[in-house]
């Protein structure tokens, strides 16, 4: 008689390297590369906490969708797709700092949807100068 399967070791050492390695399949953008990538047609989505957002402020016009939703909301053929999930349409990532916004878009990749992050999150944005307003959207909504 046999037991149960033992799982199998990590893939990686650290969360460094989990980072590196989906980094790797990302052209990610610098903060005025995403603002004209947004321009161009590809959307934004804040995949932040609501805390977050109310102590740190938005980007206008992104679609809020927080990270344990992310994939159900944006993968077009899900049943709890986003109105804004369409085939093809590119997303871009945004969190505090650009980590975990890598990791969310190595994993929309990784279901066929369209995805990149902005390199420093939105702290990088902001400091660019870009657009802000205040935070609190609620999730599934567009920031104003």
């Known amino acids: 008689m046999t037991g149960p399967a033992s799982p199998p070791g990590p893939i990686f ?3 460094d390297d989990l980072l590196s390695d ?3 399949r990302l052209v990610r953008l610098d903060p005025a590369g995403a603002a004209a990538a947004i321009h161009d047609g590809a959307r934004l989505v804040d995949i932040r906490p609501q805390w977050q957002r109310i102590q740190e402020g938005e980007i206008p016009g992104a679609l809020v969708v927080e990270r344990n ?3 159900w ?3 077009p053929n899900s049943t709890a797709k986003a109105e804004a999930a369409r085939p093809g349409q590119r997303w ?3 969190c505090s700092e650009g980590y975990t916004s890598s990791l969310a878009a190595d994993a929309l990749n990784s279901i066929g949807v369209p995805a990149t992050d902005i390199v420093g999150g939105f702290h990088a944005w902001s400091a660019a ?3 802000t307003a205040p935070g609190g959207t609620r999730p599934d ?3 104003h």
């Open 22 to 24: 989906a980094r790797s």
């Open 13 to 15: 050492s650290s969360v």
């Open 73 to 75: 909301r944006l993968h």
């Open 141 to 143: 909504e567009f920031t």
């Open 69 to 71: 939703h992310l994939e």
């Open 92 to 94: 871009i990532v945004v």
């Open 129 to 131: 100068g870009l657009p």
